[in-house]
C-alpha cells in the first residue's frame, strides 16, 4: 500500500493535477452520450482544474527540466482556468438552445466538449511548460482542438473560417518550431545536447553565451509563429473569421485565453534575447507590430457588420496595446500589459458571454438587426453596455488603469509613439460607441423572446474588472511587480 | 566523421529539396500524391541516416513512421478520395508553373543565405540540413499559396511538416524529436481526414477551396 501511495502522491500535487484532470475529462466527455451530464461534467471538470490552479498560488515554485512553476505563469494559470470554468458555465446554458435550435446533434456536443477539455489541458500544457518543445506542443494541440471547435456548425461560412484557421494557424506554427529547433541549436553549444538545452530557465541564465545571431534569427521564426495566434497584424486573418463563425463560448476562450497564451509563449523567448545584449532589440519590433496591429484594428472597427467579428477585431486591438506595452518594457509599462492581460480577458469573455446570450435572442449577428435591447432584453443590455465601457478603457473600470499607466508612462519615456496609441485608442473607442448605439439604443427589433440566459459569469467577470479598477489588493499589485521585474 | 556520412546527408537531404520542386508544377493531383509519397520517403532515408551518424537509434522510429503514414497510408487514401471524388485531373493555379518555379528558387537562396552564415559553432552538417530544411519548408508554403485546392494544400502542409522533421532529426540530440514528430504525423493524418476532406466534399460538392471563399462572412453585403 505504502508503495501505491508514494507513486500516487506526486501526481495529486495541483501542478499535476491542472494537466491530469483536462486529459481525464477528455475521456470521459467522449464517451458520456447525453449532453446534460456532459455540460455538468464539463462544468465539474473545468471547475476542479480551476481550484488546483489556485491552489498553486499557495504553492511553492517548482522547476524541472520539464515543467517549472514561476511567478509569471502562476498568474495566467489562475487566470486561465478560472476563465476556462465561468466560461463552462455560459457555455452550458448556450448549447442548451444550440441544441433546440438544431444547429448541433447531440454527438457534436460530445465531441465539442471533448475538444474543449482538451483546449484547456493543451493551455495549461503550454504555460506550465519548462521545455520549449513542450510549449509548442501546447499551443498546437490547443490550437488543433479550437479548429475544430470553429467547424463545428458546419455551416458554409463555419467551414470556410475553420479552414482558413486551421492553414493559417499550422504555417505559424510551423514557422515556431524551427525557431525552436534554432532556438535549442544556440543553447547547445553552451549546454550541450539533451534536455537541458530546451529548459527555458536554464536558457535564460545561460543566454549571453549564445550564438547573437543565431538567437536572432531564431526570435524572428518566433515571433512571425506565435504572433499569427496572438492576432498580430498583418498575421491576423483568420481571427476575425474563426471567431465569428464557430459557437460564442469558442469565441470567449480564443479572445480570453489562447491569445493570452501565444503572447506568454512570446514573452518568454523574448526574455531569452533581451538576456544576450548582441541581439536585434526584439523591444523595438514589438513595439512597432503593436502599434501597427492597434492602429489597423481601430479603423477596421468601422466597418464591421457582424457583432462578434466586431469584438474579434477589437481583441486585435488589445493585443496590439499589450505587445507595445511589452515592447516599451521597464516596471511600469510592464505593469500596465499584465494588467491589461488580466482585465482584457476578464472584460473580453464576459462581452462574448452577452453577445452569446444576444445573438441567440434575436437570432442573428447583425448588428443592423440587433436593435433596442434596452427595451427588449434589460439585463443583457446593462451586461454588454458595461462590458463595452469597460472595454473602451473608461473609468471606473480596469482596463482604464493599465490604458492610463501605458500612456503616462511611454509620455515619459517617447512622446511620439505615446501620441500614436492615444490616437488609435480614440479611434477604437468611436467605432464602439458608434456601431453599438442603436443595438443598444436604437428602435427595437427583432424577437423579444425570453432566453434562457446564465448571468452569473457576465456580472461576475464585470465585478472584477470594476473591482480592480477602483482598489487592487496589495499582494496582486506586489505580485505584478515581480513579474514586470522579471520580464525586464 | 568520415566525408562520406557528409555526402549521404546531402543527397538525401538534397533530393527532398528537388522532391519539393516536383511538386510544385504538378498539374495532376496523383502525380502531385506520388511526388509526395517519394518525398516522405526521402525523408524517411535522411532520418535514417541521420539515426546512424548520430547514435540515436530512437530516430529510427521517426523514420519507420515517416515511412509508413506518410510514404505510404496517406498517399494511399488521398488517391482513394481522389479517385471517388473525379477529381484526379483538376489542379487550379493562383499562379502559373514558371513564376512559381522562380519565386521557389528565390526562396532557397533566401534560405541559404539566412541559415549558413549563422552560428559558426554549429555543424556544418547541422547547418547544411537546415538550410535544406528550411527551404523545403518555405517551398511548402509556397505550394499552399499558389494552389486552390484543399487536396494540395493539405500535401504542401504535409511537405512543411517534412522539411520540420528534417529540421528537427538534423538538430543532433534533440529531446521530444521522436516523440513530438510521431504524435503529429497521427493527429494530422486524423484530421485531414476526418474532418475537412470530407466536410468540405459534402457542402460543396467540390475540393475546390475557392469555393470556400464565397462563403466569407462579411462578402457580398455593402456598408
Redesign the interface.
Known amino acids: 500500500m505504502i508503495e501505491l501511495e508514494t507513486l500516487i502522491a506526486p501526481l495529486l500535487t495541483p501542478l499535476h493535477a491542472i494537466l491530469l484532470i483536462p486529459a481525464i475529462a477528455v475521456v470521459i466527455l467522449a464517451l458520456v452520450p447525453n449532453y446534460r451530464l456532459g455540460a455538468f461534467l464539463n462544468m465539474l471538470a473545468a471547475g476542479m482544474t480551476f481550484v488546483a490552479g489556485a491552489s498553486l498560488l499557495f504553492g511553492e515554485q517548482f522547476r524541472s527540466d520539464i515543467l517549472i512553476v514561476d511567478d509569471f505563469n502562476i498568474y495566467l494559470v489562475t487566470l486561465t482556468t478560472f476563465v476556462a470554468f465561468t466560461t463552462s458555465i455560459f457555455s452550458a446554458s448556450y448549447i442548451g438552445h444550440e441544441l433546440e435550435a438544431g444547429r448541433l446533434t447531440p454527438t457534436f456536443l460530445r465531441f465539442y466538449h471533448a475538444l474543449y477539455q482538451a483546449m484547456i489541458g493543451a493551455m495549461n500544457v503550454a504555460l506550465v511548460a519548462n ?1 520549449i ?2 510549449l ?2 501546447g499551443v ?1 494541440v490547443a490550437t ?1 482542438s479550437t ?2 471547435m470553429v ?1 463545428i456548425y ?4 463555419a ?5 482558413k484557421y ?2 493559417l494557424g ?2 505559424g506554427i ?2 515556431a ?2 525557431g525552436t ?2 532556438i ?3 543553447a ?2 553552451a549546454l550541450g ?3 537541458p ?2 529548459a527555458w530557465d536554464l536558457l535564460v541564465q545561460n543566454a549571453g553565451r549564445f ?1 547573437p ?2 538567437l536572432s ?1 531564431a526570435f524572428v521564426f518566433l515571433l512571425v509563429g506565435y504572433g499569427t495566434k496572438v492576432g498580430l497584424a498583418p498575421f491576423h486573418a483568420w481571427l ?2 474563426a471567431h ?2 464557430g459557437p460564442t463560448p469558442i469565441s470567449a476562450v480564443l479572445s480570453g485565453l489562447l491569445l493570452n497564451v501565444a503572447l506568454y509563449a512570446l514573452l518568454r523567448f523574448k526574455m531569452l534575447l533581451t538576456n544576450n545584449p548582441n541581439t536585434l532589440d526584439v523591444g523595438l519590433i514589438m513595439i512597432v507590430l503593436g502599434l501597427v496591429s492597434l492602429l489597423f484594428a481601430a479603423f477596421m472597427l468601422y ?4 457583432i462578434k ?1 466586431l469584438f474579434a477585431y477589437s481583441s486585435i486591438e488589445h493585443m496590439g496595446i499589450m505587445t507595445f506595452a511589452f515592447g516599451m518594457g521597464g516596471p511600469l509599462a510592464n505593469f500596465a500589459g499584465l494588467l491589461h492581460m488580466t482585465m482584457h480577458s476578464l472584460t473580453k469573455s464576459a462581452i462574448f458571454f452577452a453577445v452569446g446570450h444576444i445573438a441567440q435572442a434575436k437570432g442573428t449577428q447583425r448588428i443592423a438587426d440587433i436593435k433596442g435591447l434596452s427595451v427588449t432584453h434589460p439585463v443583457l443590455a446593462v451586461g454588454l453596455a458595461l462590458g463595452v465601457v469597460a472595454i473602451a478603457g473608461l473609468p471606473p473600470f480596469g482596463m482604464f488603469m493599465s490604458e492610463f499607466m501605458l500612456v503616462s508612462s511611454s509620455f515619459a519615456r517617447q512622446p511620439l509613439l505615446a501620441v500614436v496609441l492615444v490616437f488609435g485608442l480614440i479611434v477604437a473607442f468611436g467605432a464602439l460607441i458608434l456601431r453599438l448605439q442603436d443595438v443598444l439604443f436604437g428602435e427595437p427589433s427583432g424577437t423579444t423572446g425570453e432566453v434562457r440566459a446564465t448571468y452569473l459569469p457576465l456580472f461576475l467577470h464585470l465585478a472584477i474588472v470594476l473591482v480592480a479598477g477602483l482598489w487592487l489588493p496589495e499582494p496582486v499589485v506586489r505580485w505584478f511587480r515581480a513579474v514586470a521585474a522579471q520580464l525586464g | 566523421m568520415p566525408a562520406i556520412y557528409l555526402d549521404v546527408a546531402h543527397l538525401l537531404a538534397g533530393s527532398m529539396l528537388v522532391l519539393s520542386f516536383v511538386l510544385l508544377y504538378q498539374d495532376r493531383i496523383t502525380a502531385v500524391l506520388n511526388a509526395f509519397a517519394l518525398q516522405a520517403v526521402a525523408l524517411s532515408l535522411s532520418v535514417a541516416w541521420q539515426a546512424f551518424i548520430q547514435d540515436a537509434p530512437l530516430l529510427l522510429v521517426t523514420a519507420g513512421v515517416a515511412f509508413v503514414v506518410k510514404g505510404i497510408v496517406i498517399p494511399t487514401a488521398l488517391h482513394r478520395i481522389v479517385r471517388r471524388l473525379g477529381i484526379h485531373r483538376e489542379i487550379e493555379e493562383v499562379i502559373s508553373a514558371g513564376p512559381t518555379m522562380l519565386t521557389g528558387l528565390g526562396l532557397v537562396a533566401l534560405s541559404m543565405m539566412l541559415v549558413l552564415p549563422v552560428g559558426e559553432n554549429v555543424s556544418i552538417l547541422a547547418r547544411e540540413d537546415l538550410a535544406f530544411a528550411l527551404a523545403v519548408i518555405l517551398l511548402g508554403l509556397l505550394m499552399m499559396i499558389t494552389r486552390r485546392n484543399a487536396v494540395t494544400q493539405i500535401v504542401g502542409f504535409m511537405s512543411v511538416e517534412n522539411g520540420l522533421v528534417l529540421a528537427a532529426t538534423g538538430a543532433k540530440g534533440m529531446p521530444l524529436v521522436v516523440e513530438i514528430s510521431v504524435a503529429f504525423s497521427i493527429l494530422i493524418a486524423f484530421i485531414v481526414f476526418g474532418v475537412f476532406v470530407f466536410r468540405i466534399r459534402e457542402r460543396f460538392d467540390t475540393v475546390d477551396v475557392s469555393a470556400l471563399d464565397r462563403h466569407r462572412g462579411e462578402r457580398g453585403e455593402h456598408v
Do not use: C, H
Open positions: 521545455n518543445g513542450l509548442w506542443v498546437e488543433l479548429v475544430m467547424g458546419r455551416t458554409p461560412e467551414v470556410e473560417a475553420a479552414w486551421f492553414i499550422s504555417v510551423a514557422l518550431f524551427f529547433i534554432l535549442y541549436l544556440a547547445q553549444e545536447e539533451g534536455l538545452a530546451m550564438d545571431k543565431l534569427l476575425p473569421d465569428a463563425e466597418r464591421r457588420r457582424d467579428r
